[in-house]
């Protein structure tokens, strides 16, 4: 369709071109600071109307429908410490051993309980280890805020990756809260890390975690370095809980547009408490605040409507800044973590990403 | 601030205890499909609530000064071509070409109009051409739109580039709306790269631009791929309108949230015109939809808050398809093009963003 008409006014007048021609001044000359375009006045925030917000067409049919279930109701905030351990130690649901059998063997893999360094792991191993993989190892750093995702429960993510990648994983079955905030979990982390780096070449190990994990990944590698100890050859660091303090754009500009997360309330105690008085933005548990140079090359992993958007782009832009290959990806549509429930749902978005990793992590770590 | 009373409740019941730990599941296991959590039910769209979204304050003063800018009115649209020829033609504002000579001097270029096989174009060159770059060359193809940004008006990004990479610019001063809809543009486009690939061998070459510019040098890649032309040795496409048409998760999370660019209304009439009459999804319009295959490494710009985020990760998904190396960059905060905006304002992200473009095109380009 054309809109244009070649007739022109039929008076041969512009009317109200003088007002349209300001306008327009904007528009046209976007971004030309120097072409006449003045400040308006100070920064202030704005208000935004509500709207309808409609699942993307642009993914794949299962991932249009993991987009499109309604938000879950909002999660009351424990009172007590034993509420808080109610929540965490709840029994698994029924039948999930036999759902987690299932799911091994849907990724091909093979998982065994192993204690390293004093601390709980499992070993997940791929029936059919890539040959290009025989010498290289994976450490992973779970996702569950710090109150979830114990136990098998953590595994999620190991036994995808181990499965599409072909390589295997040993994951940290860390300390959760209520009873053991910030160092706990980083120092059950650390010791499992001394460990690994005897099991094969640190130059062949890569780290990975999401979530919280993935913000715990980006901490190992900075201890690491302060505490003289080997570094990665390469890291992924999926929607990391890079920032605990409310800090960064897309807490607001996703909080009700991600399907799965926000900030206030529920999460906002579970930081409070696993940073135990710590300033939210302490280096230490806040890792965006950290220091990035060194770090091996990184990959990167966010959504479109990621809460976690502007803490992903936040270490990216920091890892720039240090001149480190770090590599971003945003999925089309996705909030926090879809990629991985992608995986799980069987939605190619998820495979793909995870293919990414794999060629990453091949191109960047030792034989 | 811990949240915890390590003193349990007094009565040594966990009240409500039952529908928390439900609502808890969807949290702490978010991602374990295997664990449980099914689905609600078929895909649907979701209604944002108003809210206010605040300035971040992790990016420097001068850009949060940029952020903060209330929206622009909404564009009148023009009904006749008479009214889009008055607006595309309006003339510079009073003491455009003093500002101009300040810009230009400020990035220290000069800037020559020159004639490229057949077609208007201006050579931009800096001062100080860096040794590594004298035998390298970008072409350069400007934001506005269609409907702007002509002659030196168009010249924002290629003096910019020019001043901060060191490297010689030749920018194409293409047609224009209303009179010369697709492929007028494109056609002097490629003019201008059937002559610049013999001023300097084209993996020498990297072709870059903005928005309908950003779209525009991946049609250019696509249609030297189908026309048996050579291709450039590296490729910048910043926040690309690469699909015409409202498709897209940002079209929508965005809407609004975009400082400087909303699709319905001014620029879906633009789109129409721009397609005369061709679907707003042929390939040849919306390059998202084309052939990506054997593309040269690409790096891809966007921001938080740009209303074409969706445009811009969906070819660099495409790219990742294609096997091509592909970098993206995701600027805090920033809407549409904020990055050129940010270089002309002296915030530190517009420099930054330019000095990381710079580094890919020097890894990239021959010498």
Not at 31 to 42: D, L, S, T, V
Not at 173 to 182: E, G, M, N, S, V
Request: aromatic share 8%; glycine share 10%; proline share 7%.
């Amino acid at each position: 369709m054309n809109v244009v008409s070649r007739q022109g006014d039929r008076h041969g007048r512009l009317p109200k071109s003088t007002r349209r021609i300001l306008a327009a001044l904007a528009l046209a000359l976007a971004a030309n600071a120097w072409n006449g375009r003045a400040w308006a006045q100070e920064a202030e925030a704005r208000t935004i109307p509500s709207r309808i917000l409609p699942v993307p067409d642009t993914v794949s049919a299962a991932l249009q429908k993991l987009i499109g279930q309604p938000l879950s109701p909002p999660q009351e905030i424990p009172r007590t410490a034993e509420e808080w351990r109610a929540l965490v130690n709840q029994p698994p649901p029924p039948d999930s051993s036999r759902r987690f059998a299932a799911f091994c063997d849907k990724f091909g893999v093979a998982v065994a309980p192993r204690v390293i360094g004093g601390v709980g792991c499992f070993v997940v191993t791929p029936k059919a280890v890539r040959a290009a993989n025989r010498n290289r190892l994976l450490l992973g750093l779970h996702h569950g805020g710090w109150v979830g995702a114990a136990g098998e429960g953590g595994l999620t993510e190991a036994v995808v990756i181990a499965g599409l990648t072909g390589t295997k994983v040993i994951s940290v079955d860390y300390r959760l809260l209520p009873d053991h905030p910030f160092p706990a979990a980083m120092d059950d982390a650390m010791a499992v890390w001394k460990e690994v780096v005897k099991m094969a070449r640190p130059e062949n190990i890569a780290v990975f975690g999401s979530s919280v994990g993935g913000a715990m990944v980006l901490s190992l590698v900075q201890r690491a370095r302060r505490e003289g100890l080997p570094l990665p050859g390469a890291v992924m660091s999926g929607s990391p809980w890079s920032d605990l303090s409310k800090t960064g754009d897309s807490y607001y500009t996703n909080d009700g547009v991600d399907g799965d997360l926000s900030y206030s309330g529920f999460w906002e105690a579970v930081a409070r408490l696993y940073a135990n008085g710590r300033d939210l933005k302490d280096p230490l548990i806040s890792p965006v605040y950290g220091d990035f140079r060194g770090f091996p090359p990184t990959y990167l992993v966010t959504g479109t409507r990621d809460l976690f958007l502007s803490n992903t782009v936040r270490v990216h832009q920091r890892l720039l800044q240090a001149g480190v290959p770090a590599q971003l990806e945003v999925g089309e549509g996705q909030s926090h973590m879809h990629y991985l429930e992608a995986a799980t749902r069987d939605a190619p978005e998820g495979a793909e990403l995870y293919s990414h990793i794999a060629r990453f992590f091949d191109a960047h770590l030792g034989h």
